[in-house]
């Protein structure tokens, strides 16, 4: 019953289905012969902040890529709120990692974040100057409000991962998934993401990120995800971040005495 | 040189290499971001097939069947290599170069074993095409481009090359933004509802239609030139993409106007008395631009280039 455990540990019946964010069923999919994800259910909670969970290669990416249809499925569905994917897409922001794209792109900060606009502009439409001070705003929120002008080329890893935030901010969308928001950025750029994900989770939108470091887990995440290829664990840090989840995650990858001390430091 | 002159010999043959270099320049500043600017290189060489298959077909040389041929033998290249690509999980320039060698060898032997030598159908031709020959004799002077009798005696090469820039133009600016985006991040692309896969086949089709134009026109030298160095050039002018097009747009103008006047009156200004091809001097021109963007443009020191790069 773990994996339908709500906060309030009632179990939760498929009609509450219709009111999840994000709810996927049966999804497999596959590169080559073998599968990166193999028959994979998730229903994330709304208004709530899941890490998803997993050692390299097990699927984490591909997971959420293929929630946001990136990546075609070999089976299964992803309901968005009760409805199709596709008749969704509004309702879901993006922030890829941060190596997927060329940084030598010839174009300025402000212009990326622009480019989370491209629903509301349209293919033809003038961009006007409420558009613009909403990408300002975006900027700001992420504390990037002075590098408008500048060459991306020129950012240092987190201010990137800044401006992709701010990109996604500017979807304005009810669903934020995030890969590996973290990963290689400094210290403040790492605080300066929390405290925006966090208020967005005070506005009710619900977050789902990508996670790599185990540390930090119970203190930003309210909920996880633990994938290996299949789904290992689904629910609250309390009833599912735990040494046996993780034992049976990350199998003999993570050192026996890693496992102590989290659930140590978990209590 | 007098309107009487100009208007007759030179005017048609420039804007007709005005606008093949532009087509193929625009196209390729995308190309060019997205690593794909051998696709051009590749063009041109699969429409060799086309075009003499669709001569061994209705036996003559006439411009239309040798377009479809062309443009067909392109489109299936770019399937190919599509396929090749998404099946074989390899990078596109390796897939490129299968195609295009083993089409290109594939138009050379069929060359070979077929009677073309009643026609003027060789590899040079494709290569340098004939610019200098697309004159206008009819014209008399300016006041020809008045005249709708002396019109109507056009090289047609230079409506349908007219009429090509328009598409491509009309393609870049219609779909300026998501390509935009798409060219920068492919997967954030996709959840905004921006078709990649049909955008990224709309592009490389146009690049073929804009290389088979040109081709029929200019030959291939200027084609593949110019869907590279342009671009290349213009990228290290600025760190903006729309200046970056503009400025493709004036160097692939400046080299097909420099290129064409070096090779007519180059060799004489250096006591030689015969001209050259002109297609090759363009072609020099861009590669000369690119040199000296290189050694000078503004954007030449990559500030934020990834040290593993």
């Known amino acids: 019953m773990l994996e339908l455990a709500t906060e309030q540990g009632k179990p939760l019946t498929e009609m509450d289905l219709a009111d999840s964010p994000l709810a996927i069923r049966g999804l497999t999919v596959s590169y080559g012969e073998k599968p990166a994800v193999f028959s994979v259910d998730m229903t994330v909670q709304p208004g709530s902040m899941t890490a998803i969970i ?59 974040v622009v480019m989370g606009l491209y629903r509301d502009v349209g293919l033809m439409g003038r961009l006007r100057k409420q558009h613009i001070s909403r990408a300002q705003a975006c900027l700001a929120r992420v504390g990037m409000e002075d590098f408008a002008d500048r060459q991306i080329g020129q950012l240092s890893g987190g201010q990137q991962q800044r401006v992709f935030l701010a990109r996604a901010l500017a979807q304005n969308a009810a669903i934020y998934l995030l890969d590996e928001p973290f990963a290689g950025v400094d210290a403040a750029t790492e605080k300066a993401i929390i405290s925006v994900l966090q208020s967005l989770r005070a506005e009710g939108k619900t977050v789902v990120a990508v996670h790599h470091d185990l540390a930090t887990v119970a203190e930003y995440f309210d909920n996880v995800f633990l994938i290996n290829t299949r789904k290992i664990a689904e629910g609250t840090v309390a009833d599912a971040f735990t040494a046996e989840t993780l034992q049976a995650t990350y199998g003999g990858r993570l050192a026996t005495a890693q496992v102590d001390q989290l659930a140590l430091a978990l209590g | 040189m007098s309107g009487e002159e100009f208007v007759p010999l030179s005017l048609t043959p420039l804007l007709i290499g005005i606008f093949a270099a532009v087509a193929c320049a625009l196209p390729g500043n995308f190309l060019v971001l997205r690593r794909q600017a051998l696709i051009g290189d590749a063009i041109s060489h699969v429409v060799l097939p086309g075009i003499v298959v669709a001569f061994l077909i209705t036996g003559a040389i006439s411009a239309w069947p040798m377009m479809l041929g062309a443009a067909g033998a392109a489109v299936l ?90 598409v491509v133009l009309a393609f870049t600016l219609v779909l300026w933004r998501p390509l935009k985006i798409a060219t920068f991040d492919e997967g954030f692309a996709q959840t905004m509802g921006i078709r990649t896969e049909a955008l990224g086949m709309g592009l490389v089709i146009i690049a073929a239609i804009a290389a088979v134009a040109a081709f029929d026109a200019v030959g291939s030298i200027i084609v593949i030139a110019m869907f590279i160095c342009p671009p290349a050039a213009a990228r290290l002018m600025t760190d903006s993409l729309e200046a970056q097009v503009m400025w493709s747009v004036i160097f692939a103008i400046t080299a097909a106007i420099t290129g064409y006047v070096l090779a007519g009156y180059g060799p004489l200004w250096l006591g030689g008395n015969d001209a050259v091809s002109a297609a090759g001097m363009i072609a020099t021109m861009s590669g000369v631009i690119l040199a000296l963007a290189a050694l000078f443009g503004p954007r030449r020191s990559r500030t934020g280039a990834p040290s593993e790069a």
């Open chain 1, 54 to 112: 997993g050692p390299n290669g097990a699927g984490k990416s591909t997971l959420l890529k293929a929630a946001l249809g990136v990546i075609k499925p070999l089976s299964g569905q992803v309901q968005v709120f009760g409805r199709p994917l596709d008749e969704q897409r509004a309702q879901i922001a993006y922030v890829p990692q941060r190596a997927s794209v060329d940084w030598e792109f010839p174009t300025r900060v402000i212009d990326v």
């Open chain 2, 77 to 166: 290249a770019v399937v190919l290599i599509e396929l090749i690509r998404r099946m074989g999980k390899i990078e596109p320039g390796a897939a490129m170069g299968v195609v295009f060698t083993s089409m290109f060898a594939f138009g050379v032997l069929i060359l070979e074993v077929s009677d073309t030598s009643t026609v003027h159908l060789d590899v040079e031709h494709a290569l340098y095409g004939n610019l200098e020959s697309l004159i206008w004799l009819d014209a008399t002077g300016w006041a020809s481009l008045f005249d709708i009798d002396a019109l109507r005696y056009l090289p047609p090469e230079l409506p349908r090359m007219a009429v090509t820039l328009v």
